[in-house]
């Protein structure tokens, strides 16, 4: 079975940073790009960006650019997401999701991460 | 970057009504990379729809997805006590983009 296992919560402070990761297992983890999505509490989805392990190419939203960070570890058939200098509003549930091209929907998602920003 | 308008916001409606819910796009779509989403409280969401109107593996057929153009819609025809939940439109070719949401709620 396809599965896409995020680690926990976080709590953070502000100026903090912190490193959210999504092991994968029942596939080809190197075929299949993951992709970040945020949500704020009660609000929305919003893409970050995505990653194709294979080469480590990378595609993020301008929204998102510049404070964030994906990476994966074939080895350990694990995609990360890194937050930085992180602010209260990075308050959300971060999922992984994987797709196979931009042709394809995101089809398996991973279960959140809820990351809570406070002072 | 194209927009994804979602309308209504809410419904409310009864078990064993039909839903057509509505996803529009700021300018048109050229190919078919429109998918549709269920989301419940606390859960990820799940792909329903993708390709406008081919159902994901699992999903009951009286979930249907339609549309071309700008003008996307996803249609329950008899909403079962299970269907209750947020539904979003997604556009998924690069830049992915997603609509705001519209909420099914029991009346």
């Known amino acids: 079975d396809v599965l896409l296992v995020q680690s926990g919560a976080e709590v953070k402070r502000p100026g903090e940073s912190l490193t959210i990761s999504c092991e994968a297992s029942?596939?080809?983890?190197?075929?299949?790009?993951i992709n970040w999505v945020r949500q704020m509490p009660g609000k929305g989805l919003e893409w970050m960006g995505r990653?194709?392990?294979?080469?480590?190419?990378?595609d993020y939203s301008p929204s998102f650019q510049g404070r964030v960070t994906i990476s994966t570890d074939t080895s350990l058939k694990t995609a990360y997401l890194r937050l930085t200098r992180l602010k209260a509003s990075d308050t959300a549930t971060y999922y992984c999701a994987r797709h196979y091209s931009s042709a394809n929907p995101l089809d398996f998602w991973g279960q959140g991460t809820l990351v809570t920003v406070s002072s | 970057e194209i927009v994804l308008t979602q309308s209504p916001g809410t419904l409310s409606l009864s078990p064993g009504e039909r839903v057509t819910l509505s996803c529009r796009a700021s300018e048109t779509i050229h190919t078919r990379f429109l998918a549709w989403f269920q989301q419940k409280p606390g859960q990820a969401p799940r792909l329903l729809i993708y390709e406008v109107s081919t159902r994901a593996t699992g999903i009951p057929d009286r979930f249907s997805g339609s549309g071309s153009g700008s003008d996307f819609t996803l249609t329950i025809s008899r909403l079962e006590p299970e269907d209750f939940a947020l539904y979003y439109c997604q556009l998924y070719q690069t830049p992915i983009t997603f609509g705001g949401g519209t909420k099914v709620e029991i009346k």
């Open positions: 990653i194709d392990p294979s080469d480590s190419f990378i």
């Open positions: 029942g596939y080809d983890f190197s075929a299949y790009w």
